[in-house]
């Protein structure tokens, strides 16, 4: 049997609260935290709704840009789990597509209490410049910057060995490694390991099992 494909339980998740621009977080980013980040359609509500093992919690739409709020959800064990609005929608305006850019920024400048940045990026895609960018921005504010490669159910075994010859070129291009999983929310692929690395770094009793 992989060793990945243990299932290990996942704390229970609740939806907590939406915000719309960062002046309505108040004290929401005291509690530790870890965030989805990526383009529209990438997949994070339908990773979340995996890693916590339901199907209803975070809305999944085949409509690009669906969400458009900061959607938070807390665990039973305090922790927030944060899925940030998409960018990079095509029919987004130019402006909203630059308040988007700017309400990310203003996350990663200002959210207080952020333990993991999670980028998420379609393994059909190559992997882009400003995700690259982010991961260094992430390094400098101390946030563990951690890449998804989603739906991987999509690939063969050879396109599957290309997304991981393409992390290796990311990684040589900013000459610092980062944690990189692949995984299906549809197929379960990758979600046990994942959920086991965010049990262990956000769960103190876990740390360094
Ligand atoms: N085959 C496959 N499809 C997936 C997977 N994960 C997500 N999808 C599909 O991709 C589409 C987008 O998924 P979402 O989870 O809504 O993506 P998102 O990143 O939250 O999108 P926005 O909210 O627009 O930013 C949906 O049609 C999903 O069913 C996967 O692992 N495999
Ligand atoms: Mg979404």
Known sequence: ???????????????????????????????????????SNSGKSSLLNALSNHRGLAKVSRTPGKTKLINIFRTREGFNLVDLPG?????????????????????????QNLKILFILCDSQREFPEEELSTIEVAMEKKIKPV???????????????RVRTDMETSMNKIGVPFRVFYVSATTGRGVGELREFIVENMIPSNKGV
């Open 147 to 161: 890449v998804i490669r989603t739906k991987i159910d999509k690939l063969n075994q050879s396109e599957q060995h």
């Open 87 to 111: 960018f990079g929608y095509s029919k987004a305006s130019h402006k909203e597509h630059k308040d988007m850019m700017k309400l990310l920024e203003g996350f990663l400048n200002t959210w």
């Open 1 to 39: 049997m992989h060793k990945y494909s243990k299932e290990i339980p996942f704390p229970e998740t609740k939806f907590f609260t939406s915000i719309a621009n960062l002046n309505e977080k108040e004290e929401l980013d005291s509690i530790p935290s870890i965030a989805f980040m990526g383009r």
